[in-house]
């Protein structure tokens, strides 16, 4: 019996979405390595398996060790961090690792400092400016090329590219608007770079743009991750439908106010994140009520939204015809914002076949 | 040796943090139950000892259990949920348990339900409009005593209120306009109450109010956490100086742009949370850097913020005459803008004697 915040998992709705990806990406003739900082868990990512899945992508070197005991070949998309040169050379001994490059220093440090063989990326900037190098800066890409070249330990895989502006488009239009333009850039760069290395790789990632393109000419791989979920984040940009997203968190309604037609529920920022979504109709919102089916869910119901969140407490709008519906002690299945954050924060999953799925803390 | 994001606490800035309210407490004639949600520690809550503490506050029937190992009054700060009932029943066997009513029909629940003896507070709503009873409506404030006075195992203990919008001032007199609105309401809910229960207790919360405020007159308790650690949001009300805050996150540096004058740190929403602050010369910011001093740190670094958070990136700016001064590998000091949020989401502290203290996750 749930009787606090619980992260409900439809483990249909998951390898639904996995599966989707899979096909796609073999349609595409697409490497697919997804990225399993979403889930950031072994179980779940065993479903990859029955998708052919054989390689993966994490966001820290913590996540590459927990990962390591069952899977052989991991891509870090994080800017390597030279003072887990230790982790990295014991996870290069032990696996088939690929790490992030994006400028001369760090890649000096890693050719004196590396003891075993690693996979080299080269970040490329294609518009988030968040990380990576400047695409027209060759004579920082070649620098670090020629690091690459000269080290015994290192080998150049390619260019590695994610297009994480594409979180803040609201349509399809603009989504694809921003896939062609990454997809210009990196094309450009394997053409330039193609006779000194005639293997590299274009990689690319944002669930955005692995949902809603079309057109992958040229690309080599793809390493989406949140599509394993979805949330309301991606179903706003357009990247899915309401019923692909398949977690929901249940939460206990534990207070009642008529006076502002608000549903005061167990379910906070410690179960949630912070992170909210600007919506057209009903402004800053952290989640949307769905229909309750036993352990799974069906419909948004509408008006029925997530306004507030402190710590513990949540604060649901409620329609006025709806209100007198919900008694103290029912649950609220919750459609979560941002679907790789509240995972990380509940680190576990109630499956909708009743099997609790626990994730650890990867500090 | 620090490789990854670690939330440093300061031990002796924790302690005075504590000594002071505790003096002030005292001076002021109240009763000290300090919540216990900030820090979520056992080892840090047994640093309150040292300054007389023997009950305490906290957020949620799980971390009451989790504290009833060494505290045995606890007051539950938070809407009971009925659907935690055998656990009010075991807590209430092992220790004090207060719990927080505002409506007839949890009490209603409770009083059917109760096999042990709780102590109830009803919860005013001072103006949060979070939760609480409207302190107009006496007649559901009566239904809710008469409920409880007629149970075995209830019995009132008073009034609990919690000004949270007091968060959102950015003034000293705009914090005492809300604690003087809160205890004008509490004092009329006390003398119009205190025949019926000569012994009813006022017991008031915010860590601004509590920090900030000089008359309690007519109050008897108060429960403010966060002042144990501080941070920049209660800063920016003018709770406390930046000297105060007794968390810092260390940081690794792992991209430099000097094109756009960033620095790209291992640190994220994964260790940050995503709550911001607004600050006028600024913008919206997530953190902002402290001089580093071994394990220890001193002054804000003019000009270096925290701007943007993503899963486990930080994008720190800093200006064009220090950019230099900072290295690959650096560790950046962060004082964090929510350390609540902080604290729960790191789950371990590195303090400045070279302690390691970790807390449980609290399902």
Redesign the interface.
């Known amino acids: 019996?749930?009787?606090?915040p619980t992260l409900l998992l439809d483990s249909d709705k998951c390898r639904k979405n996995m599966g989707r990806m899979a096909a796609k990406a073999a349609a595409k003739g697409l490497s697919f390595r997804p990225h399993f900082?979403t889930h950031q868990s072994l179980e779940i990512g065993r479903w990859y398996r029955e998708f052919g899945v054989t390689k993966i992508t994490v966001?820290?070197l913590?996540m590459a060790g927990y990962f390591s005991g069952e899977w052989n070949d991991i891509t870090v998309a994080?800017?390597?961090?030279?003072?887990?040169i230790?982790?990295i050379n014991e996870l290069a001994w032990k696996i088939t690792l690929n790490i992030q490059l994006?400028?001369f220093?760090?890649a000096a440090?890693l050719s004196e400092n590396l003891r075993a063989g690693v996979g080299c990326f080269i970040k490329i900037d294609v518009g988030t400016?968040?990380?990576g190098a400047?695409p027209k800066d060759t004579k920082n890409i070649e620098a670090v090329m020629d690091v690459i070249d000269s080290s015994d330990h290192m080998r150049f895989r390619g260019f590695l590219a994610h297009s994480?502006h594409t979180y803040r488009c609201t349509s399809k239009n603009e989504v694809i608007e921003i896939h062609e333009k990454t997809r210009g850039i990196m094309l450009e760069l394997k053409q330039k770079y193609k006779n000194r290395y005639p293997d590299l790789i274009l990689s690319v990632g944002d669930t955005p743009s692995c949902s809603l393109a079309e057109n992958f000419e040229g690309l080599d791989e793809i390493r989406p991750g949140n599509f394993v979920f979805y949330d309301l984040t991606q179903e706003n940009i357009g990247s899915n439908q309401i019923e692909d997203i398949a977690v929901a968190m249940a939460c206990?309604l534990?207070?009642?106010?008529p006076?502002?037609l608000e549903l005061?529920i167990?379910g906070g920022?410690?179960h949630f994140?912070?992170?909210g979504l600007k919506t057209g109709s009903e402004g800053l919102i952290y989640g949307k009520v769905a229909e309750q089916h036993g352990l799974k869910w069906g419909s948004l119901v509408p008006g029925m939204v997530l306004k507030?969140l402190?710590?513990?407490?949540g604060?649901v709008k409620v329609p006025c015809h709806l209100f007198d519906k919900y008694?103290?002690?029912d649950l609220l299945y919750i459609l979560p914002v941002h679907s790789?954050?509240t995972a990380?924060?509940m680190?576990?999953f109630y499956t909708t076949n009743g099997e609790l799925i626990t994730i650890p803390?990867l500090?």
Not at 1 to 4: C, L, Y
Not at 254 to 257: G, N
């Open positions: 019996m749930i009787t606090k900082k966001s820290s913590s994080f800017p390597v961090n030279i003072l887990e230790e982790t994006e400028n220093e760090s440090f400016h968040r990380t400047d994480g206990p534990v207070a009642k106010h006076e502002r005061v167990y920022g410690v994140s912070k992170d507030g402190s710590q513990e407490h604060i008694k103290l002690g790789c954050l990380d924060l680190k576990s803390r500090v």
